[in-house]
């Protein structure tokens, strides 16, 4: 199985809720893993008016950039990435708006997909931003693997059935974050699994 993770983070957050994603499909099985960022589309000036996103941004230059065909490439797909006003990031979003030609060769259909998202506040989006990100999703052709309430583990995180969230940060991630999306991610590979079997 060829598990992508692909996320989006300016400030530390969604980079750490990937890395945990990536060690979870690591030791599920004897599965492929690509840990890739969504390149930055922010303008300098943006960036550097802000002390944690230049920081992230400059500690994350030797991560990979997502490029088409990760998304080609994949069976399953974890995207992590945090709200802008309940929204996709634009970063995710300029992404996405290249992906016509694998689309238009049916080359995205079926890729099991799950995503995880924060924001600053615990109501601060992220059931929009995770539908925002599933809408595409459906046009694609793609498998939406959400968590739904599958585990006891999701409610100790806060029980959003679209999807692993957080709010206020990276320091507000911990063991139960870790566990949430260890759950998550297991339960997307396992019905990729059977999707991609099914299909054979
Ligand atoms: C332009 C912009 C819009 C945002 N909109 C919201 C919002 O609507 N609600 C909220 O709680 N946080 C909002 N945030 C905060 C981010 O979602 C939060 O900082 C992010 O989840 C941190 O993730 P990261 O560390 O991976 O970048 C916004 C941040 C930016 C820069």
Redesign the pocket.
Known sequence: MNIAII?????????Q?AKWAAEAAKSEGNHEVRFKRVRETAPKEAIASNE??KK?HQETQDVEVAELDDLDWADAIIFSI?????NLPSQLQAFFDTTGGLWSQGKLVNKVVSGM?????PH??QETTLLSLYKSMYHWGAIVAAPGYTSQELYKTGGNPYGFS??G??DNLDEQSKNSITHQVVRTIKLAECIKNGMD
């Open positions: 996320y989006y983070s300016a400030t530390g957050t969604n980079h809720m944690d996103w992230h945090p709200t802008r006003y309940g998202t924060s924001a600053q506040n601060g989006g957080s709010n940060g990276v």
